[in-house]
């Protein structure tokens, strides 16, 4: 498939059927931080309403360092994996500290704070400051295996950087956030884990009929991208 034109449709699809989420209405760092920290492990229906709290409680980032850690784990209460809640607090009073309040503007950077893998670090990086790096995850692993006929094992240390340089070599440059926002919200929408909607996919003309090949079979690498931690 031509990799200008899987970027062109993917945001096109986007921009008609994204969800209307908070997080997706700024550029702030810290609140883009905050829903990839919260949505961890968590569906977005359960995630959204600690996300409103949480900003409530702490409007910036400033607040959230000045606050008890035992508050931010009463905040937290319910989403479980409390390691999470410790990091957000460390890494607020790391930025507050280190940066005066400013989250590093690039992904490399980014990567060194508390809890900050390479997931979280491209998708600050790219919907707060516009840089061009990818961001891979359950949905997206799901999204380029199934679209690319890539049969790479998602799990081995060779299929993650596999997965991380294809995304990379298709993101659009001049769009990064649009570009890994769509292909994410694609994956939790449409590309489904169960019943994907292949026959009306956007997407669904290869050569190779990959698609219906995929939508009948329950097996290998399919089943393996189904199997993986989604943010849905």
């Not at 005066?100 to 707060?128: D, M, Q």
């Not at 950087?161 to 994956?187: H, R, S």
Request: aromatic share 12%; with cysteine; hydrophobic share 40%.
């Amino acid at each position: 498939m031509n990799k200008i034109f899987f970027s062109k449709q993917i945001i096109d699809w986007y921009l008609i059927n994204q969800r209307s989420l908070p997080w997706r209405k700024t550029r702030d760092p810290y609140k883009i931080w905050l829903s990839e920290i919260i949505l961890q492990q968590t569906r977005v229906a359960q995630g959204l309403p600690y996300y409103n709290e949480f900003v409530k409680a702490f409007p910036t980032v400033f607040d959230l360092a000045k606050a008890t850690e035992q508050k931010v784990l009463r905040l937290w209460q319910g989403l479980g994996y409390y390691s999470r809640a410790r990091n957000l607090h460390r890494c607020a009073n790391k930025i507050v500290k280190d940066f005066n309040g400013e989250f590093p503007a690039s992904f490399e950077e980014l990567k060194k704070l508390p809890g900050v893998g390479p997931y979280t670090a491209a998708a600050i990086a790219s919907i707060a400051f516009s840089e061009s790096v990818a961001v891979v995850d359950g949905n997206v692993f799901r999204v380029l295996a199934r679209v690319f006929g890539v049969e790479t094992d998602i799990a081995s240390d060779e299929g993650k950087k596999y997965f991380f340089l294809l995304a990379n070599e298709l993101i659009d440059q001049d769009q990064p956030d649009l570009f890994n926002q769509a292909v994410m919200e694609f994956g939790a929408l449409h590309c489904l884990p169960k019943n994907p909607k292949c026959i009306e996919c956007i997407l669904g003309f290869l050569e190779d009929n990959v698609f219906q090949r995929i939508a009948k079979q329950n097996s290998g690498i399919f089943k393996r991208c189904c199997q993986s931690n989604q943010k849905n």
